[in-house]
């Protein structure tokens, strides 16, 4: 069956790009729907609005066969509708993501044509002029070479454009090539980097705005860190999806990904040798967005290794955030589990608490170098002086007289003694006479033991204040790796707590889980930050170390970007009025509206409802927002009906109604009024002494009345929705709940809040 479709399709006239095309030519849209059904974070989260209308292609075991479905919707664009305005509401950070996929793969494509097939570069010729104008911007001029008298790179270059290369083969290719110095080569191997990052950024962009993406600056980078030894070449081994499975869908471009390079130099023998080795730990620095924007960053994990913990860290004003690998998948998340295998927290324990502490112990321990050091210094002291104190017995036996005594000696006393015993008559009685010879021999003979000694406790020392100062430096080498190593995780670990895989950090930056995004919470000026990617090694000191292919995104957004159904009510009444004229819904909110009720049929899904009147608005460089302490005017300036119509005061008067559906159903409404005095009349009893309490101004309450009456209009629209849409019985279940969440909701003005019955 799948055959037959294929033949079926395979030869159609391609006669339309369906109903969106999105700038995309009918095989990118294939290309793109391939991924984003086979990626389970980005089928997640906005696989529905790529809605395929073909039919269903299966391999036996009853799974869809996208490689299939992909030819169709090639040779039948109109099988496939791409909802780019659903899309847009998407995390903007998974959006960059399926960009920067397609991006990859079409610079793979490109660079495997001129590798291989002349003909087939033909259809990329605009591409691959765009990459090679970028190359050849950042070689060195010793790289380059005329062509028909423009500048070309060096045909060995091109070779290392290969990504089924992996580093150590690509560094080898151009060490080999004497007409460079290795500062040249460190600067062949930036360039091919800049080229391949600019290349992707700028299409993954093009791309990301063709799928509805907005953002006024739009970062994408490819990193990788490892010791370059094992990566494997774009679709020759295929990206792991979130469940840990293998995913042929998704090509690993990993061969794609830049590593870092530096020249290290090595003596031996007094001669210096020189190599290109890639960085093990990558540092790249980047700006908040500043102007009261949310600094948004998308993570997405490429290469990883199940059995080393994919670490990455952020730093802002001092303060890191962590994001560890799970083991399991290729997600990123504060929490440090990790149940098998290494972390890079592990090898830093490793070093401080085993290695530094040993050595520690060794050299300052109760039983350690300096005191064994202290003990032999003692004894070598203790020696010397005995030394002394003998030679100087020494010396005085040589000043002392011989003498000869007239009394026996105890000899003679014990030789006569023996005689008259054994009967003789004769014995020794040799008067006594004495030289101290024997004396200074056995003196003598004590000096030369103790000049041993000394010298055996000199020796000790010697050798143990080697060892010690050989201890010292290596702890002092472990202690360099163990402050580089904690550099790298950073000094002050910021707190979090954690809700439903939203995680919210002590200065209110938050990491999504679900989607893989990390934010910065808007400030006025930009602030410096960056990102570490770090390779986790084999040990603390081995150059060998695990490889780690990291795809970062950051953009700007607006609070609230994502929200499900996101209306924006600009000047739609009248003058110190609330009178509503207009729908707040239309046909192209259709499928919002319907997810919408999806949600609540679901009864486990929390629902909220938060109505404010916010009275003044000013605008903070973003969005509007409650003026904190208004300052109001009593007219327009100049020309009322002009200044009136002036962006200044229009975008200020404003409701904004916003529904997000991510963890919970949370509907809120502001409306805002511009700086005006306003003249509103008939103010009844309730909020006039509400205003007196509390120091509420005209605007204020007129605000008010104006979310009341969206919420009166958001009620009545989505009953009658709920009945188009949906059946009886799954309509009944959405009313009620809808209803009678919005019956108990207050709407807030100021400090105080007033139940719906106060404005009817």
Same mark, same amino acid.
């Given at each position: 069956m799948k055959n037959f479709y294929v033949l079926i399709f395979l030869f159609l006239h391609i006669t339309s790009y369906g109903q969106l095309n999105e700038g995309l030519n009918p095989e990118e849209r294939a290309y793109l729907f391939h991924v984003v059904k086979k990626s389970p974070i980005l089928n997640e989260n906005f696989g529905r609005f790529f809605d395929y209308q073909g039919p269903e292609i299966k391999f036996p075991n009853q799974t869809l066969n996208y490689d299939s479905i992909e030819l169709l919707i090639i040779n039948q664009p109109d099988l496939l509708v791409i909802r780019k305005d659903e899309i847009a509401k998407s995390p903007k950070g998974l959006i960059a993501e399926a960009a920067n996929k397609m991006a990859l793969w079409e610079l793979n494509k490109v660079l495997h044509a001129k590798r291989t097939d002349p003909n087939d570069l033909k259809q990329y010729k605009n591409e691959y002029a765009t990459f090679e104008s970028l190359l050849v911007s950042a070689l060195p001029e010793n790289a380059l070479r005329q062509d028909n008298g423009e500048m070309k790179p060096h045909p060995k270059v091109m070779q290392m454009l290969n990504p089924a290369l992996t580093?150590?083969?690509? #560094?080898? +290719?151009?060490?080999?090539?004497?007409?460079?110095?290795?500062?040249?080569?460190?600067?062949?191997?930036? #360039?091919?980097?800049?080229?391949?990052?600019?290349? %992707?950024?700028?299409?993954?962009?093009?791309?990301?705005?063709?799928?509805?993406?907005?953002?006024?600056?739009?970062?994408?980078?490819?990193?990788? #860190? =490892?010791?370059?030894?094992?990566?494997? =070449?774009?679709?020759?081994?295929?990206?792991?999806?979130?469940?840990?499975?293998?995913?042929?869908?998704?090509?690993?471009?990993?061969?794609?990904?830049?590593?870092?390079?530096?020249?290290?130099?090595?003596?031996?023998?007094?001669? +210096? /040798?020189?190599?290109?080795?890639?960085?093990?730990?990558?540092?790249?620095? *980047?700006? /908040?967005?500043?102007?009261?924007?949310?600094?948004?960053?998308?993570?997405?994990?490429?290469?990883?290794?199940?059995?080393?913990?994919?670490?990455?860290?952020?730093?802002?004003?001092?303060?890191?955030?962590?994001?560890?690998?799970?083991?399991?998948?290729? *997600?990123?998340?504060?929490?440090?589990?990790?149940?098998?295998?290494?972390?890079?927290?592990?090898?830093?324990?490793?070093?401080?608490?085993?290695? +530094?502490?040993?050595?520690?112990?060794?050299?300052?321990?109760?039983?350690?170098?300096?005191?064994? +050091?202290d003990y032999n210094t003692k004894k070598r002291d203790a020696t010397e002086l005995k030394i002394e104190k003998k030679e100087k017995e020494y010396s005085d036996l040589g000043y002392s007289p011989i003498t000869t005594s007239v009394k026996p000696s105890g000899k003679v006393k014990r030789s006569k003694k023996k005689a008259i015993k054994s009967g003789a008559h004769l014995f020794d009685a040799t008067p006594t006479t004495k030289s101290n010879k024997s004396e200074r021999k056995n003196l003598q003979q004590t000096i030369v033991n103790l000049y041993n000694q000394f010298e055996g406790y000199k020796q000790k020392i010697k050798a143990l204040e080697i060892e010690k100062q050989e201890t010292i430096d290596q702890m002092a080498i472990y202690q360099r790796r163990l402050d580089q190593f904690k550099q790298y995780m950073g000094y002050k670990w910021a707190s979090f707590t954690e809700k439903d895989g939203l995680y919210t950090f002590e200065d209110s930056s938050t990491f999504d889980l679900n989607t893989q995004e990390f934010q910065f919470q808007p400030t006025q000026e930009q602030e410096d930050f960056e990102i570490r990617l770090i390779s986790i090694p084999e040990s603390c000191l081995s150059s060998s170390s695990d490889e780690v292919m990291l795809h970062v995104n950051i953009t700007n957004a607006v609070p609230?970007?994502? !929200?499900?159904?996101?209306?924006?009510?600009?000047?739609?009444?009248?003058?110190? !009025?609330?009178?509503?004229?207009?729908?707040? *819904?239309?046909?192209?909110?259709?499928?919002?509206?319907?997810?919408?009720?999806?949600?609540?049929?679901?009864?486990?899904?929390?629902?909220?409802?938060? $109505?404010?009147?916010?009275? %003044?608005?000013?605008?903070?460089?973003? $969005? %509007?927002?409650?003026?904190?302490?208004?300052?109001?005017?009593?007219?327009?300036? =100049?020309?009322?009906?002009?200044?009136?119509?002036?962006?200044?005061?229009?975008?200020?008067?404003?409701?904004?109604?916003?529904?997000?559906?991510?963890?919970?159903?949370?509907?809120?409404?502001?409306?805002?009024?511009?700086?005006?005095?306003?003249?509103?009349?008939?103010?009844? #009893?309730?909020?006039?002494?509400?205003?007196?309490?509390?120091?509420?101004?005209?605007?204020?309450?007129?605000?008010? *009345?104006?979310?009341? /009456? %969206?919420?009166?209009?958001?009620?009545?629209?989505?009953?009658?929705?709920?009945g188009k849409y949906m059946t009886r019985e799954e309509a009944k279940v959405v009313i009620d709940r809808l209803n009678k969440e919005i019956e108990k909701t207050k709407i807030s003005i100021g400090p105080t809040s007033f139940s719906l019955k106060d404005f009817e």
């Open positions: 580093f150590d083969e690509k #560094a080898a +290719i151009i060490e080999n090539q004497k007409f460079l110095s290795f500062d040249e080569m460190k600067l062949v191997m930036d #360039a091919i980097n800049k080229a391949v990052n600019a290349y %992707v950024e700028v299409r993954a962009f093009e791309i990301f705005k063709d799928l509805g993406g907005e953002a006024d600056s739009f970062n994408n980078l490819l990193i990788a #860190a =490892g010791d370059g030894s094992s990566t494997t =070449g774009m679709l020759e081994e295929r990206e792991k999806d979130e469940n840990g499975k293998w995913n042929k869908g998704l090509p690993k471009a990993v061969g794609l990904f830049p590593y870092q390079a530096v020249v290290e130099k090595t003596e031996e023998k007094r001669k +210096i /040798t020189e190599k290109l080795e890639p960085k093990r730990y990558t540092v790249s620095n *980047f700006k /908040t967005s500043g102007g009261n924007e949310l600094t948004n960053i998308h993570f997405d994990v490429w290469g990883y290794n199940t059995s080393k913990q994919t670490t990455v860290v952020l730093e802002k004003n001092g303060l890191s955030y962590h994001l560890f690998g799970s083991g399991e998948t290729r *997600f990123l998340s504060p929490d440090s589990t990790f149940s098998n295998g290494t972390t890079f927290q592990a090898i830093i324990n490793d070093l401080e608490f085993n290695k +530094i502490a040993k050595l520690n112990e060794k050299i300052y321990g109760k039983k350690g170098l300096d005191y064994w +050091i609230n970007y994502d !929200a499900r159904i996101n209306l924006s009510l600009v000047d739609v009444f009248n003058s110190d !009025a609330w009178d509503l004229d207009r729908s707040l *819904f239309n046909e192209e909110d259709s499928v919002s509206v319907r997810m919408l009720f999806e949600a609540l049929l679901d009864k486990k899904m929390p629902l909220s409802i938060i $109505c404010r009147g916010q009275g %003044v608005g000013e605008w903070n460089g973003a $969005c %509007v927002v409650k003026m904190e302490k208004p300052e109001e005017l009593t007219n327009y300036p =100049g020309t009322p009906s002009v200044s009136k119509m002036d962006s200044a005061f229009l975008r200020l008067r404003k409701t904004e109604v916003m529904i997000d559906l991510n963890r919970e159903i949370n509907i809120q409404i502001n409306s805002y009024t511009d700086p005006v005095r306003s003249s509103l009349q008939d103010i009844p #009893a309730v909020f006039q002494d509400a205003m007196t309490r509390y120091h509420l101004s005209k605007n204020d309450i007129l605000s008010g *009345f104006r979310t009341y /009456t %969206v919420l009166s209009k958001l009620k009545k629209e989505l009953n009658l929705l709920a």
